[in-house]
């Protein structure tokens, strides 16, 4: 009897998984973002001068017209553990909206809540803290201009109340935020802005752009907007942070047209990795009205189709273009063609020439320094003059003056292998250092130019500069230890230029060891 009840609670389960599985169907995801992006649309429309910006990774998905992007992460917004991070300052954010006026942020959050973390904590947090720190540098610069004035400290804290008339540094949180979480927030503002004073942050330029202070607005698809009353984002006495969530939490999850079913999932794309088959953002809208018209049955067929098309020509223009490995689905009666033992039948595939690939940003550099970060793909079309520090898995090939200006180490992400960064480290800092002797341009590259390449470029920048930018061949370096703050005062230098950097914990952490001495550097000769 027990046994057949246990068969019997196996069964439901795996009921509830099969039905699980096919409502987050390929199609459903990539129809749900197709129908939020409306939404992201029209109110880009509201304040067409405004520059829309996606919250990386997940608000990528949301619209074809991004001017750039931006990383503020949910998780320095959770509660028990807020937090202000300098190695995420997203000064470049700041200016923007300094020149702009404003800017709109798009993200989305799973079902169960209207905004994510990062839209109700962090970015409040960080439009606070950045307020208050732009006052403290005006004091400052006004007691400079007033040698009456000198006599006072120069580092007393920001009472919010003080000078609110003319620069609002008070802290501005959405209703659903409770009191107590607003009271713990509160009293962690002052040692953030300690935090970030301490770290070197270039906030002078930004307080000499900024006219009005920042300050959050919230908007979902719930928020009721009257057309003839939106208001020019000039004639607020701020700087507007418009926060648009595209989740749509209200009405039925199924959704039906002329031509398909299909269940709405809020958040869709977050978690690419689990569900998007190698499609990007970038390929989904540049084939979104086939994709979408392909309806559930064909759709993953479809994308495999798309995926690889774009693999090879990749492959055809010299890129890295490893194959897509795909999972294929266990669903019990799921639309998906591709079944477990089948392979993807792809179509016939045809090379454009001349088409250009997807993801494609420049190299960044490093202010003055001739050092650039970059994906592993770019540092094939760079200069036969520079030289390439490849940390990608996969080898790049190049055209250079001298085979002794590549070095490929292929260092895995923190989450495969904690100490791989850790170990090749060493290597990566003895041929930049043979490279930068001679003059040369030094191209950091790993699979996505944010994490890897850049920690690696974080440790050279560390190692063989001193603290005005300038090449020493590392003796600023060997007449200190380093701490934990010089290092995210590099950091956030690094971050200044490398815009889109996005180094993981992990990584920062190996970076750390190595510099302190965890592993040894042989030296050059």
């Known amino acids: 009897m027990e046994e057949e009840e246990h068969r019997r609670s196996q069964n439901i389960y795996k009921i509830c998984r099969s039905i699980k599985r096919r409502d987050s169907s390929l199609y459903n995801a990539l129809r749900s973002i197709y129908e939020d992006s409306i939404f992201v649309g029209e109110i880009a429309q509201l304040w067409p001068e405004l520059p829309l910006l996606a919250n990386l990774r997940c608000g990528l998905w949301y619209s074809p017209n991004f001017h750039s992007n931006c990383y503020f992460k949910s998780t320095d917004g959770h509660t028990n553990n807020l937090s202000f991070s300098t190695a995420r300052l997203n000064l470049h954010v700041a200016l923007l909206v300094a020149q702009r006026g404003g800017c709109i942020i798009v993200d989305s959050t799973r079902k169960g809540k209207r905004f ?15 307020n208050r720190a732009i006052l403290n540098y005006k004091r400052k610069r006004d007691r400079c201009d007033c040698p009456q ?44 802005n300690m935090e970030l004073e301490a770290s070197g942050a270039d906030i002078a330029s930004i307080a000499l752009a900024l006219r009005k202070p920042l300050r959050p607005l919230w908007i979902s698809q719930k928020t009721v907007i009257w057309l003839n009353e939106v208001p020019e984002f000039d004639s607020w006495d701020f700087t507007p942070i418009i926060l648009v969530s595209t989740s749509s939490l209200s009405g039925s999850q199924q959704r039906t047209t002329s031509e398909f079913s299909w269940n709405y999932i809020a958040g869709a794309g977050d978690d690419e990795e689990s569900w998007a088959r190698g499609l990007s953002p970038d390929l989904f809208w540049k084939h979104v009205n086939d994709i979408i018209s392909s309806g559930p049955d064909t759709c993953n067929q479809k994308i495999a189709n798309i995926v690889e098309n ?19 689905s266990k669903c019990l009666g799921s639309t998906s063609k591709v079944l477990i033992g089948e392979s993807l039948q792809l179509d016939s595939i045809t090379v454009a020439e001349g088409e250009k690939s997807s993801y494609y940003h420049g190299i960044l550099f490093l202010g003055s320094t001739n050092i650039g970060v970059c994906k592993s ?46 170990r090749n480290l060493p290597s990566a800092l003895n041929f930049a250092r043979s490279q930068l002797r001679q003059g040369n341009t030094l191209l950091i590259c790993c699979c996505n130019g944010e994490d890897i390449s850049v920690c690696v470029c974080l440790a050279i920048f560390t190692s ?24 995210r005062r590099r950091l956030v230098f690094v971050c200044k230029y490398v815009v889109n950097a996005r180094p993981s914990r992990g990584n920062l952490k190996q970076v750390f060891a190595c510099l302190t001495g965890e592993c040894i550097i042989p030296s050059v000769s």
């Open 149 to 192: 004035n000198q006599s006072g400290t120069t580092n007393e804290p920001v009472n919010p109340d003080q000078g609110s008339s003319d620069w609002d540094c008070s802290l501005h949180l959405p209703l659903w935020v409770s009191e107590t979480e607003k009271e713990m927030i509160g009293k962690r503002l002052e040692g953030w």
């Open 310 to 328: 774009d693999r090879v020509c990749r492959a055809y223009r010299g890129e890295n273009a490893p194959q897509v490995s795909v999972r294929p």
């Open 116 to 130: 994510p973390d990062s839209m109700s904590k962090t970015i409040p947090i960080w439009t606070c803290v950045l």
């Open 377 to 422: 793909q770019l540092a094939m079309e760079a200069s036969p003059a520079c030289c390439i520090l490849n940390c990608d898995r996969e080898s790049v090939s190049a055209s250079l003056h001298n085979p002794e200006m590549y070095l490929h180490l292929p260092i895995l992400d923190s989450k495969l292998d904690r100490r791989s960064l850790l």
């Open 464 to 487: 063989f500069y001193d603290e005005t930018g300038n090449f020493d061949d590392g003796r600023w370096l060997s007449k200190r230890l380093i701490t934990k703050l010089e290092l």
